[in-house]
């Protein structure tokens, strides 16, 4: 398994990785000068004790790379995090790249995120941020529509401005971005891997992003165990 | 001057910055053990030299830091800069931050980017990227009435949606984003943002980020008129 | 003040800085749209929120810049921390940039840190790593003038070989470089300052780089002491 | 063959990688959402043009793991490189993991590099910096001989301090360290490598480093033949 579908039309997929949880405990042992073959038990405590007291630079050479297609609004999140921005620990040397598609010049149709109808969240009770419980269906099912119906007469306003010669790069002002599906490639880091999950994966990221979170967690635990396991502790 | 206005809405603000033309000749001659007080000639060929021969390190102890308010697709070009992603050179370590806001949880009224009549551009003659000459103003004008309704249609839904007790980032699917005004402070080496200068003042750069790399320009040059005359060679 | 000598011939001097405490608040609350010019208690709250969230970034946007001059041993672990390598916390993008003088050209006289009698320091008890008490005044001693004659012995060497025509470059490899002093230039955001003291001013860092750490925390302390203050914690 | 000798005692082992040329060309077509899943000549075409044009991005996405053992001299330059320091051109967030072996703890024997007769090099004619020809051979013979003199005599010492029970931390400052081989991982994406061939196969980089660099490009060529061919252009 190296595709994991998320909310109505995205995706993660595995599409390379490099090295396992031994190559974390060859990296910390280069300075002995011994290189292990098969993980031992003295391997496991040392991967142990890398996470624990915050060693986290050999867990910097083994990588993994995903295409993701999610909604724009995920993404910002994602790019955020990698940025080091905004309330984000910043570890930004996290060897990682990101090539994303872009709407200035894209051909392909645009594709929307719409939540059904028992996908809509309430507001968060003690907190200025975040959301809590999911609403009456009956609300959740009237945003669905309105938001479909709203979708549609973007993208028509968007096609028939295309039609009429606008440049791209402006017609795309009549499309809600923030559901907009786009694709990207992301090469990174265990260690940065496991620093998005630690983030991603809290009760307070948007529930979005979380199940992007997710699937990366299900498509990277198998491949490095140890090191995933205890990192995320 | 510290401020200049950019589009409809948006602007750039010079916040603060570090060091002078001599910083980069004093880090350069750090080798040296020796420090200039004056700019003189032989400072000036020295930084002549750094620029042309690639040496850039110098020029990463010189800071300078801005808060921006543009629509999110002008934001979105920046921070791929940044991230050095999608056909960017990567100078990724660039001395850079980012603060910005977000729509998770801001209680500010969303403000949006509406081009005038006689701003909307026609598609590039022979590119599938950019844009080409203004288009006819009758054509225009019906598209500023067209966003301006659709934009005012979406902020009423995302308030319906909010006054019926959905959460911020969900109703937030409903506003054409791509348009919607975000402000950051950008923190940045005189390297990195001469980096997004050459890439952004370019005759192929999205024009609204054009106006925007024009703003750091005028706010910059002035402060380092060696080192940016050089470095944007 | 703005210079500390360390250890036998070394400094730390502060060149410049950018920004205060304020600006930690004022980077956060970008969000809000909201600056403050004096520092209130509300500030204060947040920036302890923000440290003890690890909501890091805002404390990337002030900036410190230094002079060091220090054996090359120190450079070493200080770059080491800088590249994020082992057995490090990897913080790689934090804003930084670091110019040197190097041994391949320079014209400079080397000079040389030589332990006083009474700072030679014994194995450590229970530990690979690291130092222990410090070692009986004769042996020190002894080490001493030992130290100081096969430096004077390298140097020499070092010399002949250049007055006999060898480059700069390979006879250096006469010099005893491990105490060799070299001088720098540091740019770093307030993150990354306090991440370098986290790790530095620790009991089992080396305790030359450890004194090198009291320099840069009495420099720094003064001008942002809230941000500083909770950091360390 | 995944190991190259280089000098007279150290080496370059590729230890693992990921991706092919193709690689660069599926990052590159995200955009596009279509996968290649053989190199034609579209394809060639899309990485001469990417190396052309600067957009170096996709290259990130490939990735590369060395073992490198060599005199400490060639590390440091290496780093400085991999920090962005002196003199060259940042590309910091290169996607790079570094992990070395220390001399702080370290229980192996010191090995260092002592010049054959033969290899001793003069000054450079018109440069400050670098080396010129040959010297002759009985001044490389008679260093050679002074050399692996001084070094023992170093040696000699740092163990007795050692038996004394000084710490390893101090006693090394016995060692003429500029010489002295250390072992470490570097983790470097394919657009990284490709910039420190870039700068170390230049015939004013220092000779020593000229060596290790020919072994990397040894080692990768083969197998990103168009995207190594393409970026060294």
């Known amino acids: 398994m190296s595709m994991i579908t998320v909310l109505d039309k995205g995706y993660v997929r595995l599409v390379n990785h490099m090295g396992s949880d031994l190559t974390v405990v060859n990296a910390a042992r280069v300075s002995y000068a011994k290189e292990s073959k098969e993980l031992n038990e003295r391997d496991m405590k040392l991967i142990t004790f890398l996470a624990r007291e915050g060693h986290t630079s050999p867990f910097r050479h083994v990588i993994l790379q995903f295409e993701v297609y999610a909604p724009l609004m995920v993404a910002r999140q994602w790019w955020k995090y ?62 669905t529509q309105e938001l479909m119906e709203y979708v549609e007469e973007g993208v028509r306003k968007y096609e028939a401005a295309l039609q009429d010669g606008v440049c ?40 979005e992003i979380q199940e992007y979170a997710k699937a990366i967690l299900q498509l990277s635990q198998p491949l490095f165990p140890n090191a995933v396991g205890e990192l995320l502790k």
């Not at 959301?131 to 009237?142: F, N, T, Y």
């Not at 795309?172 to 998005?196: D, I, K, N």
Request: proline share 4%.
């Open 82 to 143: 990698v940025v080091g921005s905004a309330h984000q620990e910043g570890t930004g040397d996290t060897l990682e790249a990101w090539n994303e598609s872009s709407r200035r010049y894209i051909t392909e149709d645009p594709a929307f995120y719409i939540p059904s109808a028992q996908e809509w969240r309430g507001k968060p009770e003690n907190s200025k941020q975040g959301s809590g419980d999911v609403v009456a269906w009956a609300l959740g099912d009237k945003y």
């Open 168 to 207: 791209a790069e402006q017609a795309r002002l009549f499309l809600p971005a923030y559901g907009m599906y786009v694709r990207w490639y992301w090469t990174a880091s265990l260690q940065a891997v496991c620093h998005f999950l630690n983030q991603r994966l809290e009760h307070d990221a948007q529930k």
